[in-house]
């Protein structure tokens, strides 16, 4: 009773259709939510770039929209994120006097007053919408559209920052983020490529497809470097730029690539900044654990030398734990 919320203490009443916000459910279910929005964050780029002349393939659009396993997989994601809007409008919520609201307009006010716009612009399937509209361009911007998906990063940001007093998760964080951002940046460096690609032949997908003797033809679409080749040197390209190691064997040759390319260097002396911060990191990391031990050493001593009984010696022993 110490250390909970007085709000968890005493269970609010609800009707059957409202969810408590700290139930284990809801807990379930924002766990699922969290990684459905790291496999939105990882997959959207990369099909609005790399997956960019695919939807122009007249072979797809006859085999239907249910023949491409991603395409499967974003309807399911639509599906989730529509029932999470539907949770969210029947969980509770704690107002800013700790109390626990479970009034159903006020819940739904608080919501629609908040994530509501995003969540909601986030479920919307644009690729099922505009599919078989026979423009190239409509494809285009529906793989654009669909990164709208990204704005959830947003909520799962604030969930995560209650773990940002432990030292090892931040760590982990950072690197994940870093590898997040060279990917997206990897998707970006790719669809510079592949616009100016007609338009140019010195271009590093150009430069690629000689490397690796898969030139480009014109008239077969299939022509040129693989699907795997072209992401795996365009991350190799962006983790490179980032952490300024670069050895030129990948390199901007267009003065739209070389600005990206300036960007990129920028963004990765911005976050060189962050990570000359990991070893005080580390070493809050062990300085907290430290202090833990320390702490409980002395509660042990202080007990044997205060002879406490052995309830409230446990009692002592759970709240320090605690």
């Known amino acids: 009773s110490d250390v909970l919320p007085e709000y968890k203490l005493e269970v609010p009443e609800t009707t059957w259709w409202i969810l408590l916000h700290y139930s284990p459910f809801k807990a379930f279910w924002d766990w699922i939510i969290l990684l459905l929005v790291l496999y939105t ?8 770039a790399f997956l960019l002349d695919e939807h122009g393939d007249l072979r797809q659009r006859s085999c239907g929209y249910t023949c491409n396993p991603l395409n499967v997989a974003d309807l399911l994601v639509d599906v989730l994120f529509i029932v999470d809007i539907v949770i969210n409008l029947r969980t509770t919520y704690v107002d800013h006097n700790d109390e626990v609201v479970t009034q159903p307009s006020r819940i739904a006010k608080h919501y629609i007053k908040g994530w509501f716009p995003i969540d909601l612009f986030a479920a919307i399937p644009f690729d099922l919408l505009i599919f078989r509209s026979g423009s190239d361009e409509m494809a285009t911007l529906t793989s654009l559209l669909k990164t709208a998906r990204l704005l959830r990063l947003v909520r799962v940001a604030r969930k995560l920052d209650r773990y940002s007093e432990y030292g090892a998760a931040v760590l982990f964080l950072l690197m994940c983020t870093f590898v997040l951002i060279a990917h997206w940046l ?15 032949e010195t271009g590093w997908l150009d430069n690629l497809a000689e490397q690796l003797g898969k030139t480009y033809n014109d008239s077969d679409s299939t022509s040129g ?17 980032l952490t300024s190691v670069g050895f030129g064997n990948v390199s901007p040759n267009t003065n739209s690539e070389k600005i990206f390319s300036i960007c990129v260097m920028v963004i990765g002396l911005m976050y060189a900044s962050i990570f000359g911060n990991v070893s005080a990191i580390i070493q809050r990391l062990y300085s907290g654990t430290t202090r833990y031990h320390t702490q409980m050493l002395r509660v042990k001593e202080f007990i044997r030398f205060h002879q406490i009984p052995g309830s409230l010696r446990q009692r002592l022993e759970e709240y320090f734990q605690h």
């Open 41 to 48: 964050a990882v997959f959207t780029p990369y099909s609005a």
């Open 186 to 200: 990897a998707c970006i460096w790719y669809a510079i490529g592949f616009v100016e690609r007609p338009y140019t």
């Open 225 to 241: 470097p693989s699907v795997k080749d072209k992401y795996v040197t365009a991350l190799y390209f962006t983790l490179s730029s």
